[in-house]
């Protein structure tokens, strides 16, 4: 499989987790797939320019969260 594959699926995989916890943050990401801190800090910033209105950083709690309400 495709590199662009794993990406897409990662991106999926953040929605997903974004929609049923209302946050994510890098570590999240680095367990469930096995990459490294800047892969996922990567997909984290690919995922919010694509969906600007969905996320958010909360840097007090240094997490991502949903701007869409539950």
Same mark, same amino acid.
């Given at each position: !499989? ?8 990662? %991106? #999926?995989? &953040? ?8 946050? @994510?943050?890098?570590?999240? &990401?680095? *367990?469930?797939?096995? &990459? ?5 800090? @990567?997909?984290?910033?690919?995922? %919010?320019? #694509?969906?600007?209105?969905? &996320?958010?950083?909360? !840097?007090?709690?240094? *997490? ?5 309400? #539950?």
């Amino acid at each position: !499989m495709s590199d662009r594959y794993y990406f897409q699926h990662r %991106q #999926a995989w &953040i929605a997903e987790t974004l929609r049923v916890f209302g946050f @994510i943050n890098r570590e999240h &990401i680095e *367990r469930k797939f096995g &990459i490294s801190t800047p892969q996922a800090s @990567i997909d984290l910033a690919a995922f %919010q320019k #694509a969906n600007p209105e969905a &996320i958010s950083y909360n !840097m007090s709690a240094k *997490r991502y969260e949903s701007k869409v309400p #539950a």
